[in-house]
């Protein structure tokens, strides 16, 4: 397999919808009319899960009418949460096809397949015309793609003169090695991840201008801190949460990657890039 069939492969769970739906009935919500908010705590697969949406979104500028793409889209979450909260229409690709299935359902539950639609394809070759989009939003994606260079360009080329490109992901802060497994992948053949000022090179070759870069290793912290918590609380693994995504193994792959950032080696940041 190449890289991307093997970074499909990691995510591509046939029981993950079953699994979903399941646990969703047991905490006792109507898995027929679903809302965002209800979802959040399953679909905001990323460090900070929904409170990190909403603070990314603040920097995007987003209202009714734009149209956004969101690259990497997994099981829908930020998508579903941009459009419900600003009214805009969104647009999310996925390498992995049980994502991408899983993401319309739960879109379709949630009332809002009029604005929100996902499809199956690479970052690294957009399927869409040139200029088409007003926004584009990347969540956890990069650390799974090697050649940011042609995935930046490929995204530059979707956008609108004066679009904004919204990046959140896990980059490399300081030395030290990652230990396997992480929530992104399961070994080192797969995970790509970078200093900040990677990003950026590859961003300003592309056309872009990063107006924007925020480390947020200390909310990082808490929320780690409080799933613990949670955790404890809850007597064991709370019934919903993004361990149903991650499946078997979820524990080593969170605490591995709670450390690394714990030890300063890689922290999520924020960085947001306009169409020069």
């Known amino acids: 397999m190449d890289i991307e069939q093997r970074v499909a492969a990691h995510y591509g769970d046939e029981a993950l919808g079953r699994r979903l739906l399941e646990a969703l009935a047991l905490a006792g919500l109507d898995v027929d009319r679903l809302s965002p908010d209800e979802l959040a705590p399953v679909d905001e697969f990323h460090v900070g899960g929904r409170q ?3 603070d990314f979104a603040e920097q995007l500028g987003l209202h009714p009418g734009l149209r956004l793409l969101d690259i990497g889209s997994g099981i829908g979450g930020p998508a ?9 229409d969104v647009v999310g690709i996925d390498l992995t096809d049980v994502f991408v299935r899983v993401a319309t359902d739960l879109t379709r539950r949630s009332g809002l ?22 926004r584009a939003t990347m969540i956890h994606v990069g650390m799974n793609i090697d050649d940011k260079a042609k995935l930046f360009r ?14 959140y992901d896990l980059m490399r802060t300081g030395l030290g090695d990652l230990e396997f497994p992480v929530p992104w992948s399961n070994r080192p053949e ?3 991840v970078v200093e900040p000022a990677a990003y950026r090179k590859s961003l300003e070759a592309a056309g ?12 990082a912290l808490d929320f780690f801190r409080e799933m613990r918590a949670k955790a404890e609380a809850a007597g064991g693994t709370p019934p919903l949460g993004t ?8 524990k080593e792959k969170l605490r591995h990657a709670a450390e690394a950032i714990e030890r ?3 922290a999520p940041i924020e960085l947001f890039a306009r169409v020069a």
């Not at 929100?116 to 989009?133: K, M, N, Y």
């Not at 361990?243 to 979820?250: D, E, V």
Request: hydrophobic share 45%.
């Open 52 to 54: 990190a949406t909403v």
């Open 190 to 192: 797969t995970s790509f």
């Open 80 to 88: 579903r949460y941009f459009a419900s909260a600003f009214g805009c």
């Open 243 to 250: 361990p149903l995504i991650m499946g078997a193994g979820f």
């Open 208 to 219: 872009f201008a990063v107006v924007v870069e925020r480390n947020r290793r200390d909310f």
């Open 113 to 134: 397949s009029t604005r929100v639609s996902f499809h199956q394809g690479s970052a690294l070759d957009l399927p869409f015309e040139a200029a088409s989009f007003d």
């Open 154 to 167: 490929s995204v530059r080329t979707v956008l609108r003169p004066g679009g904004i490109f919204g990046v």
């Open 264 to 266: 300063g080696v890689i």
